[in-house]
Structures are given as C-alpha cells and as structure tokens.
C-alpha cells in the first residue's frame, strides 16, 4: 500500500511543470545563465522603468515589450541551449540551458 | 572607447562648434555663421523634437504628456511656424494602441508645414514598427525617405530595427542613400535624422551605430551636413570634417552622461531642474549663406 501510495505520488509530481523565474533589473537578465529541465516554465519580470524584452537570438521565442512589472513566461520543452538578448538593449544577454527531463523512478 | 578617451575626444571634437548653456538656454551654432554677413535671401527653419516616452510613468517624470504639451507650447510660440518638424524617435514607451493615439493627437496640435517621424526602438518594440510606420511613416510605405525643404536635402533614416549592438541601418538602407545622395549637389546643405546616434557617443551603452562609417563616407563630399540624433536624451555635438553631428534633448526625461552611471536609463533629477535637461531644437537655415544654425531651447527657459 505504501509502495503504490508513492508511486502515485511520483507520477503526479512528474506531471506538474516546474517553474522558474528571472528578474529584469538594472539592465540585466538578474540570473543571466540557467539550467532548467525539459518542460520547465521561466517567467521574467521586468523591475526596470526601460520596457525591455526576451528575445531568442534565432528569434524562436520573444516576449515583446515588457513594461514596469509586467511579466512573460515561457516553457522549454526541448534540451538545448537557448541564448537570448533585449531587443531595445542588446548588450542584456541571457542563457538558458535545457537537459532531458526527469524520468519518473 | 575609455571614458578618459571618450572625454578627450568630445573635449577635441567641440573646437568647431560654439556651443553651452545661455540665458535662452543651451544654444549652438557653427562658426562658419560669423563670416556670413546680411544676406537677402530669408532664413529658413525647421524645429526637431525627440524621445517623448509617452506612456512612460516612473520616478524620471511622472507627467511626460504635461512636458510635451510645453514642447508643443515652444514650437507654437516661435515668431514664425518651422517649415517642418522632424521626431527623432521614441514617440511613446510601448507602441501601446493608446500612446500611439495620444501623441499622434498632440503632434497634430503643432504649427508647422510638415510632420516627420522616425522610429526609437520603442516604437519597433512589439510589432517591428508595423503599427508605427502605419500611424507615422512616410505615404509612400517605405521606412526611409528624403524629402526637400527649408533650403536642406532631408534624409529619414531607420536605424532601430534588429539592433544588436549599437544602431544597424543596414545593407539596403546604405544603398539607398548611396543613390539618394549622388543626386544631390556638393553645395546643397544636407541634414540626416536617425534616432541612434551616427558617431560612437558610447558604444559599451549601444550608443552608436554600427555601419555609420559607410554613410559618413557617402557624406564627405558635400560641404555641409548636419545630422540630427536622439537616443541618449542630452545635448550633445561633435564636428568630423564638415560633417557636424547633434543629440537633442528629450521632452521626457534625462538620461545619465555617457559612462557616468552603471547602465543607461531614466535619470531622476530634484525637482525643479526637470525642464532644464528637457528641450527643442530649432535649425536655422541661413538664406544665401547656406550655414546652419542650431539653436536647443530647454523646456524651462
């Protein structure tokens, strides 16, 4: 009983996406470069009084422009590495790094 | 560039220019002028404006409209109306449906012969400019343009869009003017309005555009060129050859001196000297004499 209780557990667990965030502040990514697993959520927020946006460098993702306080997520579903700048301040550059999700045990 | 050679740089590249603060407020003019005597053709004028962040609310300025409308009140209040206004840029902060509508409401209050706009990296910042270029940009469509007026050969470049450094203008730009220009006479005053400046002001802040060089060099045989710039929210000038470049003031808010701070952005000043670092730019086109006189008003003088 106790077995299958964690199994269940385990399985729910690996369904929910997990989450992550990176604050925009000072003209920069506040945590420029992350590792997350495939299937993670990263929402930025912008703390900056500049609009400032999450651009992919291959354009593949991009957030538009992002107000004081206003926020955009973004989920990663492939590993890979995604590098990504501001489009009204290019010299804000930020990577996320995405590895194979966790299998379930 | 270090900020030592930065400063030895502008310190050597104003020897040309008159130019700081007087009782009328932040006045320039080329030198050239005091050679020109009374001419009988009529001086000519055009006034530029830049960077009025509409929808902007933070600690820099919490009423950017209230300031504009002062900018506006300035241009109206000239002895005669500019043959045309140019904006250099950053019309509003988001490219916001209702910024876009509000400034395009309080542009069509000015007095002037003309309207002409181009794009900040705020207005390209959600749609690549589309909804700009429609509201703002030339009849014709195209996201640059000349025109003819006030006795000066206009260009209205774009120099904001897939930035990824400082300012790009881009290879189909760069031909156009290339074209553009060699229709031009060597005598005929030439402006050049972008909103990133044409010379490297700071490049560690984006602060420069990257393939200037190759228009600068379309540009030096012509005996004068005054090219006009925002961006960067102060007055700031540099003579290259006869190539003279401006950066205007802004109707919103200042930024930091270049290098002086630890990033670019909105300047918070005590209250009261606001409007000394906010401003228009009035050009002045001598009749006869073709120099140019460039004239910055702030909003508090």
């Not at chain 1, 077995?3 to 992550?20: D, E, N, Q």
């Not at chain 2, 700009?132 to 006030?150: E, I, L, M, V, Y």
């Not at chain 2, 930035?163 to 031909?175: S, V």
């Not at chain 2, 006009?228 to 540099?238: C, E, F």
Request: with cysteine.
């Amino acid at each position: 009983m106790r077995f299958i209780l964690a199994a269940v557990v385990s399985v729910a667990l690996s369904a929910m996406s997990a989450h992550t965030s990176v604050a925009i502040k000072d003209y920069a990514f506040q945590k420029p470069v992350i590792t997350v697993a495939a299937g993670t959520t990263v929402s930025w927020t912008n703390r900056d009084d500049d609009p400032h946006t999450v651009t992919a460098d291959d354009k593949s993702f991009d957030s538009k422009g992002l107000g004081n306080g206003d926020a955009w997520t973004h989920t990663f579903t492939k590993p890979g590495k995604y590098t990504y700048h501001c489009s009204a301040h290019p010299f804000m550059k930020g990577t996320i790094i995405v590895t194979e999700a966790a299998k379930p045990q | 560039m270090k900020r030592e050679e930065f400063l030895e740089c502008m310190a050597w590249c104003g020897t040309g220019v008159v130019y700081g603060l007087s009782g009328a407020g932040m006045v320039g003019r080329a030198l050239a002028d005091d050679a020109a005597s009374s001419m009988p053709l009529p001086d000519r004028t055009f006034v530029q404006i830049s960077d009025t962040h509409i929808g902007f609310n933070g600690k820099a300025n919490q009423d950017v409209i209230a300031t504009f409308s002062q900018a506006i009140d300035k241009i109206n209040a000239l002895p005669k109306p500019p043959e045309f206004v140019i904006h250099t840029g950053d019309l509003t902060h988001l490219s916001k449906p209702d910024q876009l509508d509000t400034v395009k409401q309080m542009l069509g209050t000015i007095k002037a012969g003309a309207f002409y706009a181009v794009p900040g990296e705020h207005d390209v910042i959600n749609d690549g400019g589309a909804e700009f270029f429609k509201t703002f940009g030339h009849p014709s469509g195209n996201r640059w343009f000349s025109f003819d007026a006030a006795g000066v050969h206009a260009l209205a470049l774009s120099n904001v869009v897939d930035i990824t450094k400082g300012g790009i203008l881009g290879r189909d730009q760069l031909e156009w003017a290339r074209t553009d220009l060699a229709k031009q006479r060597q005598d005929t005053p030439i402006v050049i309005m972008a909103h990133i400046p044409l010379y490297a002001v700071y490049p560690d802040w984006g602060w420069t555009t990257d393939d200037q060089m190759e228009l600068m060099d379309q540009l030096r045989r012509f005996d004068t060129v005054t090219v006009l710039n925002g961006h960067i929210h102060q007055v700031l000038s540099k003579v290259d050859g006869k190539i003279t470049f401006y950066t205007a003031a802004s109707t919103a808010f200042p930024q930091p001196k270049p290098g002086t701070a630890p990033h670019p952005g909105p300047l918070a000043v005590p209250a009261g000297e606001l409007g000394k670092l906010l401003g228009i730019r009035t050009v002045t086109v001598h009749g006869g004499s073709h120099t140019i006189a460039v004239a910055d008003a702030s909003l508090a003088s």
